[in-house]
């Protein structure tokens, strides 16, 4: 991942800045094309016990997630656990061993972009309605969808990511259910 011709290197992002922690990402290096295989951005995925999966989703971990192959919870680890969801991926995760994911290309991508993958259809949320990946808040779908009047607004009062201040976009901290702004 660290030598010059990886083609990928972990940034850190912005695009979650209403987090408590900063957040990273993996960016493009090199011009990608549809169909490579990004040999050097890797992961490990290690079964979980429900236990243990219950403990990390209290600091709502996104390296949590649901292997088919190995029909349980995994912990995701290496850099692949940087390549961010994105309701409209760049890549897609393929196995390169019985333990081990890395990333194919399912369309170009340009230096300088960032490099996603889907996580699922409700990774977050029924239908993915808290996700705030680029695609989401461009549809002005998932986590960034506007609430129709106050009654709908009341729904869903302490359920969704985000609120709207002045024209603002707020992104409410799930753990203390209260509004900072995003950037």
């Known amino acids: 991942m660290y030598l010059p011709n990886a083609g990928c290197e972990i940034a850190e992002t912005p695009r979650y800045s209403g987090s408590d922690k900063r957040e990273a990402c993996i960016i493009a290096t090199k011009k990608w094309q549809v169909g490579d295989e990004i040999k050097y ?3 490990v995925l290690v079964p979980i016990t429900s ?16 292997s088919t192959r190995k029909d349980c919870m995994c912990l995701l680890l290496g850099p692949a656990r940087f390549v961010n969801h994105d309701c409209n991926p760049n890549t897609h995760f393929i196995a390169t061993g019985q333990n081990t994911i890395s990333f194919k290309l399912l369309r170009d991508v340009a230096v300088g972009e960032e490099l996603t993958a889907h996580y699922g259809e409700n990774y977050f ?15 002005q779908t998932g986590g960034f969808k506007k609430v129709r009047d106050e009654a709908e607004e009341e729904a869903y009062e302490g359920l969704r990511p985000f609120v709207y201040n002045d024209g603002r976009l707020v992104r409410r901290s799930m753990r203390r259910n209260k509004a900072i702004q995003c950037t």
């Open 125 to 139: 949320g029924q239908g993915n309605e808290e996700c705030l990946c680029v695609t989401c808040e461009q549809k």
């Open 51 to 66: 236990e243990e999966e219950r403990a990390l989703e209290g600091g709502r971990d996104f390296s949590i997630m649901w």
């Open 41 to 43: 951005c890797t992961g």
